[in-house]
């Protein structure tokens, strides 16, 4: 079974506009870690927001925010105010088990398919 | 500029060939990861080393070996690949116990396989 899904193979937004990315996810474990990469076509990957499950308040991080609902095993970036640079591939992933608090998770990310983010003029 | 280095950024390598591919972090992380992106997939991990020891090998064929001397340089020994194989090979490493703050990757070799 898909532990990370992204049901949006490609979106698109005008600039300026707020876009969200979605992203369900499946786990038994009560702690465990949310993760949005930023993929340009140079191929690295950048870390841009992380949501621990015990967080009660959405991570923000400048443009970049995250709509966690547990209850709905959801995960949704929300990007506002887009720019054209914001256009790439975007991944969401996740980490099961401890993550800061200690543990036996050595930092294994499950990823989602991804999804194409244009941004137009 | 990223803080994991990846060598070559692009390799093209004959099926009987045999080619390393080169990861060098110095963001003093000591756990180290190999992943698979092929095209129209999820990143797939393929290994993961901490402290130098690998802690998983997620069922990779062994035409694919890794290599981890110490806790900054990761290695992939590629021998007798096949088309298949063909991906953007990607190289992460994180600090144990603080991988919530994120995992620094490299920016790839894209491997062909001809």
């Known amino acids: 079974a898909q532990k990370i899904t992204q049901t949006q193979p490609g979106m698109f937004v005008q600039e300026k506009e707020a876009v969200t990315l979605d992203c369900t996810y499946d786990t038994s474990d009560q702690s465990y870690g949310l993760f949005w990469y930023k993929q340009p076509s140079s191929g690295e990957m950048i870390f841009l927001i992380y949501q621990g499950s015990y967080d009660e308040q959405n991570a923000t991080e400048g443009r970049y925010s995250l709509n966690f609902q547990k209850a709905r095993k959801s995960a949704n970036l929300v990007i506002s105010a887009s720019q054209l640079g914001d256009s790439a591939m975007y991944f969401c992933?996740?980490?099961?088990?401890?993550?800061?608090?200690?543990?036996?998770?050595?930092?294994?990310?499950?990823f989602g398919q991804g999804t194409i983010l244009t941004v137009h003029p | 500029e990223t803080g994991v280095t990846q060598t070559p950024r692009h390799l093209v390598m004959g099926m009987t060939n045999k080619k390393s591919l080169k990861c060098e972090q110095h963001l003093g992380h000591n756990a180290m990861y190999w992943y698979k992106q092929s095209a129209k997939k999820p990143l797939e991990l393929m290994f993961v080393y901490n402290f130098k020891e690998q802690t998983e090998n997620n069922s990779v064929p062994s035409r694919f070996s890794p290599e981890c001397p110490n806790s900054s340089h990761l290695f992939l020994h590629l021998h007798t690949l096949q088309p298949e194989d063909s991906a953007l090979y990607l190289c992460a490493s994180s600090l144990r116990g603080l991988a919530d703050y994120g995992y620094t990757f490299g920016s790839g070799t894209r491997l062909t396989v001809v």
């Open positions: 992933a996740m980490r099961e088990g401890k993550g800061a608090t200690g543990g036996t998770s050595y930092g294994k990310l499950t």
